[in-house]
């Protein structure tokens, strides 16, 4: 935390000084600016509706609850419990496991889900938008977004940041127990190369087709959203002819399990997941992880806001809660990946965070990442993924 | 011999109180130790893993799976965390009326199926067929828009609320399972002692009561405990048609595996575990000390 | 006759709740299954009405993957029924009777915890550098790490334990039905505890048989999770392909044409095993036919029809 700030100026009668002393915290400030800005622009405003759809929070009174539908355990609860002592409204978690889980919900509620805050993968913002799924940010609301480093705004999915904003972020690269595999692995290419020779049988790799079918591209340095069919040809043949036979499992979580319980010899995972599994095995020197070159993938989870939430001041107040300087440090304490904000790495490690270089990445790391992108291809890798499976299985 | 075998087995089942134990009659034969053996061995094989677990519940690590030390915080954390107790209130008040209604549905159908068989047994069984032949992911995309479409589109309110969807989601299988017990308990059992009921003026719905619905007991009891444990772990529909503030147990846990699962989930089932137990040891207690005739109730729902 | 079908009207709340709440929905995604998936952003569409879901569906892919479903299906079928029925057959006959209904319970009480938690108990048990493998290992009955997790034998423990009470309280049931007293008559007349038990107690409890292999076998071919988690990619099964459909690729048609696939082929399957038993124990029934009662008298009033009795 930075305490280079210029000091606040207030000219008050003197009786009133303590009260403006014991009241005034940062976070009140930003509130009841909130809510003087939105009471002139309430003032302003006409009555009778817009054109294009406008955001609906409006900087008004905050809501009594908010409801946030998100991953398991996506939030430290210090987090949680402070905003509810603090701002007021009481929070509902829901959860769900999968982010077409969360878009066939909200789409077949129309509206109607109850939701206000939710937060899906990057890639799927642009389905979501398409959808009607999605309402703006009013950003007036949300001016800790400038506590977010820039390198993670304005991604592929949401340039402007009109409709999420980073909540997490995290790359895939792979692990490998560095006892049995004695020589050094730095690329994809030498994933698939020890996957066929000393680690046959004891690989795994994401049960993901992105993860899995985007491997073979980055290893190939190729632009990994491809459609062209000869690409996704080669790409089936190498996979399902070559590379399945070797695979014993599909885990999208080897921390979880497979890095902690040394069942398996060579892992493709992502950073905040396998950082978890080295942390928590009983020799952590054992395993190494690497993030591959010459390309890898970047993911990132974003705050959002649903169509047709009941509680938009309140989601909007939360969004910028998150997005104070502490408790994005708590939050990346709790769930281990980069939360996106500005120079944390060096308050991290004096933290005594562990491990910190799977978490917070170089620019030069950060340029090998790519986002991924939904489109037609879709349906094809999904066969590829289910046809490796039958191959590994056989 | 046997005569006097059968005597024993009778007058033992009359006075339970006589003596500190039955007589025993003939010692055990070998089958007899080898079906004991046999069942405690396949107990133990079923609670090997709920062992396992309770033991990684006072796990003091951040992940379940690798033990770092022995302590009670993952109890405590559960404290901390209000979506977790939710969860599991969820889950237990939506299998309890889950179960309910499917024992009552099914049973009411085993009965008929037994009793009253005619053409439409074919297309009911064949109905139950499909129930069971579905798999749940198919039950779960089909019954999200169809709530929608009761809950707002016809405005039948009751459909949007959390509760009644995931009750609903989970009776359907359960229903199936308590009809085919039922029924495969009374089929075949001949109907004299209905018959008997009849004739000794009883009205149709003493005799149901009394006669069938008591000799179906053993299996409407197995039915309702077989439902409450299939509601209980209801993933794929319940996942699809929560609303925001009911999120069940099984959804919560499938979605905290992306975090990494903390030792509090173990912990969390330790405790389901032991409030299990003690609820099962609570009702033999009270049966034992109720007297005579609730013991003979119990025989009676235990088919001894 | 009246009371018949007034007793058969106590189905009809059955019916109903199934009708409302399971045919109209599913019938919606047997409708599904005729349409398309609309561009790369939508689920589904029904604009155009074909078959084609359907020849994608049987694709070599889907068959490879239900053969080996199909094989896990029916080794853990009877797998469950020759661990279960010892069981059911030792609470129903040689327990004393108050301890069966905490039995019953008993069964039950290890899936009163979430199916996930378990197989990660699963997980713990089997893992190669895990106690239980250190103690093999220590006795000396295994030579090196052990190696079952990630095998279709895990596949196979998982799949077991999760539907062994679904097949020992049927049978319970079933067996519980039968009573001493037949078999009480049946030891009187001479016959050992084998041909008592295969020869009247197991064809009175022919229901609740059927009802627990077909209540196991079903929900095992839809399913697909322990599978995975213990068997890694030997546990690939039909049940993760129609799921995959729904969820990642989400092509809610192609799903739906897979899942009615999935449907019918089990159907099929059973009515197939029904078929077979049926031809391979046509024999043992007419060898069994037992005509009790005077063949040679006859009356004018009355011919008493031999009373055949057969098992």
Avoid at chain 1, 352 to 371: K, V
């Amino acid at each position: 935390m930075n305490e280079s700030r210029t000091p606040l100026r207030i000219l008050a009668p003197e009786g009133s000084a303590p009260t403006i002393l014991r009241e005034l915290s940062r976070r009140r400030f930003l509130s009841i600016a909130a809510l003087t800005g939105g009471a002139a622009v309430l003032a302003a405003c006409t009555p009778g509706g817009g054109g294009s759809p406008a955001p609906q929070a409006t900087g008004g009174a905050l809501e009594n609850s908010l409801s946030i539908y998100t991953w398991g355990d996506y939030d430290s609860p210090e987090v949680v419990a402070a905003f509810t002592s603090e701002l007021g409204p009481r929070i509902t978690l829901d959860s769900y496991s999968s982010n077409e889980e969360l878009i066939a919900k909200l789409i077949a509620a129309r509206g109607t889900s109850g939701f206000d805050i939710v937060v899906p993968t990057g890639v799927f913002v642009p389905q979501m938008i398409e959808n009607g799924l999605l309402t703006k940010f009013n950003k007036d609301l949300l001016p800790n977004l400038s506590n977010i480093d820039p390198a993670y705004l304005g991604r592929a999915w949401d340039p402007t940041n009109d409709y999420s904003v980073c909540k997490a972020w995290g790359t895939t690269g792979f692990v490998y127990d560095k006892t049995l595999i004695t020589r050094e692995l730095t690329t994809w290419g030498d994933f698939f190369d020890a996957a066929q020779n000393e680690a046959s049988g004891k690989t795994s790799m994401s049960d993901d087709p992105a993860g899995v079918v985007g491997a073979y591209f980055w290893a190939e340095d190729m632009d990994w959203n491809t459609e062209d069919p000869d690409d996704l040809e080669a790409c089936r043949a190498f996979l399902v002819d070559e590379i399945a036979p070797h695979i014993s499992a599909f885990d999208s979580y080897p921390g979880t399990n497979s890095i902690p319980q040394g069942t398996q010899m060579l892992m493709q995972a992502w950073n905040g997941d396998a950082r978890l599994g080295i942390l928590e095995a009983s020799d952590p020197d054992r395993w190494q992880w690497v993030l591959p070159g010459p390309i890898t993938e970047l993911w990132m989870d974003n705050w959002a806001i649903a169509e047709g939430a009941p509680n938009p001041e309140a989601a909007h107040a939360f969004i910028n809660f998150s997005m104070t300087p502490e408790n994005l440090a708590l939050n990346l304490d709790y769930i281990g990946y980069n939360v996106g904000g500005k120079d944390m790495e060096q308050a991290a490690i004096d933290e005594g965070l562990e491990l910190t270089d799977l978490i917070f990445f170089t620019p030069e790391q950060l340029a090998t990442m790519r986002e991924q992108e939904l489109n037609d291809s879709q349906t094809v890798r999904v066969e590829i993924w289910n046809e490796m499976k039958v191959a590994a299985g056989a | 011999m046997t005569q006097t075998q059968t005597e024993t087995i009778l007058r033992a089942r009359e006075e339970p109180g006589r003596g500190a134990k039955p007589p025993r009659g003939p010692r055990k034969s070998w089958s007899d130790i080898a079906f004991n053996v046999w069942g405690v061995l396949v107990m133990l094989f079923l609670f090997a893993p709920i062992i396992v677990i309770v033991i990684y519940s006072f796990n003091t690590g951040r992940l379940l799976v690798s033990w770092d030390g022995f302590g009670f915080d993952a109890f405590l954390t559960i404290l901390e965390k209000p979506a977790i107790q939710n969860a599991v209130r969820v889950s237990l008040i939506t299998a309890v009326f889950a179960a309910i209604i499917a024992t009552a549905l099914g049973t009411l159908a085993g009965i008929a199926m037994a009793r009253h068989p005619g053409k439409w047994v074919w297309w009911f069984l064949s109905l139950l067929l499909l129930v069971s032949v579905t798999p749940e992911i198919v039950d779960a995309v089909a019954l999200l828009p169809w709530f929608v479409l009761l809950g707002q589109d016809l405005g039948i309110g009751m459909f949007n609320d959390g509760y009644v969807r995931l009750s609903v989601g989970s009776s359907l299988f359960a229903t199936a399972v308590v009809s085919y017990i039922v029924r495969a308990r009374l089929v075949g059992q001949d109907a004299n002692l209905e018959e008997a009921s009849a004739d000794l003026y009883a009205k149709p719905i003493t005799t149901f009561r009394r006669i069938t619905l008591a000799l179906a007991m053993p299996a409407v009891l197995a039915g309702f405990l077989l439902a409450f444990t299939l509601s209980l772990d209801n993933t794929i529909v319940a996942a699809f048609v929560q609303v925001s503030g009911t999120t069940p147990w099984p959804v919560y846990v499938l979605s905290a595996v992306r975090s990494g699962l903390r030792p509090e989930i173990a912990a969390v089932s330790t405790i389901m575990l032991l409030l299990t137990l003690l609820a099962l040891a609570l009702v033999a207690f009270v049966l034992r000390r109720a007297g005579d005739s609730a013991t003979q109730i119990a025989r009676t729902m235990t088919g001894g | 006759m009246r009371s018949r079908s007034a007793g058969a009207a106590l189905a009809i709340p059955a019916w109903a709740w199934l009708l409302v709440f399971f045919v109209a929905p599913v019938a919606m995604v047997i409708w599904f299954s005729f349409g398309y998936k609309p561009g790369v952003f939508g689920t589904h569409s029904n604009d155009i009405l074909s078959l084609d879901r359907y020849a994608e569906a049987l694709s070599p892919t889907f068959f490879a993957t239900f053969q080996n479903t199909l094989w896990v299906g029916l080794i853990g079928t009877a797998l469950c029924f020759l661990i279960g029925a010892p069981v059911a057959y030792w609470m129903a006959f040689k327990v004393a009777p108050h301890r069966r209904g905490i039995l019953i319970a008993l069964v039950l009480v290890p899936f009163w915890t979430n199916f996930l938690v378990r197989t990660i108990g699963w997980q713990v048990i089997l893992a190669p550098e895990g106690w239980m493998s250190g103690l093999l290992q220590g006795i000396g009955i295994l030579d090196g790490p052990l190696e079952i997790l990630y095998t279709r034998t895990a596949v196979i423990i998982g799949v077991v334990y999760n539907y062994l009470p679904l097949m020992v309280l049927p049978l319970f049931v079933a067996f519980d039905r039968v009573g001493p007293a037949l078999r009480e008559a049946s030891k009187d007349l001479g016959a050992g505890k084998l041909a008592t038990f295969f020869r009247v107690t197991l064809p009175l409890s022919r229901p609740g048989v059927i009802a627990g292999v077909l209540l196991v076998f079903i929900p095992l071919m839809g399913d697909y999770i322990t599978a995975t988690v213990l068997g890694g990619a030997r546990g690939n099964m039909v049940g993760q392909l129609v799921a995959s459909q729904f969820q990642t690729a989400q092509n809610w048609a192609l799903g739906s044409a897979m899942a009615v696939v999935l449907m019918l082929v089990i159907m099929l399957t059973i009515a197939v095993a029904a078929a077979v038993i049926w031809v391979v124990t046509l024999p043992f029934r007419s060898s069994n036919r037992l005509v009790l009662g005077p063949e040679e008298t006859k009356t004018d009033a009355d011919t008493p029809a031999p009373a055949e009795v057969m098992s």
